[in-house]
Nanobody, 123 residues
Framework: VQLQASGGGLAQAGDSLQLSCAAS????????MSWFRQVPGKEREFVAA????????DLADSVKGRFAIYRDNDKSAVYLQVNSVKPEDTAVYYC?????????????????WGQGTQVTVSS
């Protein structure tokens, strides 16, 4: 599976962004898709996940009410809608794919990763 993340950039606090992750190389609808973020010197942090058909999703407490995850299996893509951004949301955002729902929050268990897209939020 190849994953390509995009949509990051510079934003001001309160803005909205949409991050995209395009997948290829495997039947996309079989994959659990997750988003993580990482800042220098810290561990990769789980942000959101969606199951194979988008019927189930999981959000980190830190982003509930502001972020949303959804997928389009026809386009082999997963999206992270980022609303009301805060400076503490500044990070490199990664999409990842795995095969089981129970592993959605565990980086070590996710088999495929995109290259990351930088989100920088100014106050």
């Amino acid at each position: 599976v190849q994953l390509q993340a995009s949509g990051g950039g510079l934003a001001q606090a309160g803005d909205s962004l949409q991050l995209s992750c395009a997948a290829s190389g495997r039947t996309f609808s079989t994959l659990v898709m997750s988003w993580f973020r990482q800042v220098p010197g810290k561990e990769r942090e789980f942000v959101a996940a969606t199951n194979w058909n988008g019927g189930s999703f999981d959000l980190a407490d830190s982003v509930k009410g502001r972020f949303a995850i959804y997928r389009d299996n026809d386009k082999s893509a997963v999206y992270l809608q980022v609303n009301s951004v805060k400076p503490e949301d500044t990070a490199v955002y990664y999409c990842a794919a795995g095969l089981t729902w129970r592993d959605r929050r565990t980086p070590e268990e996710l088999h495929w990763w995109g290259q990351g897209t930088q989100v920088t939020v100014s106050s």
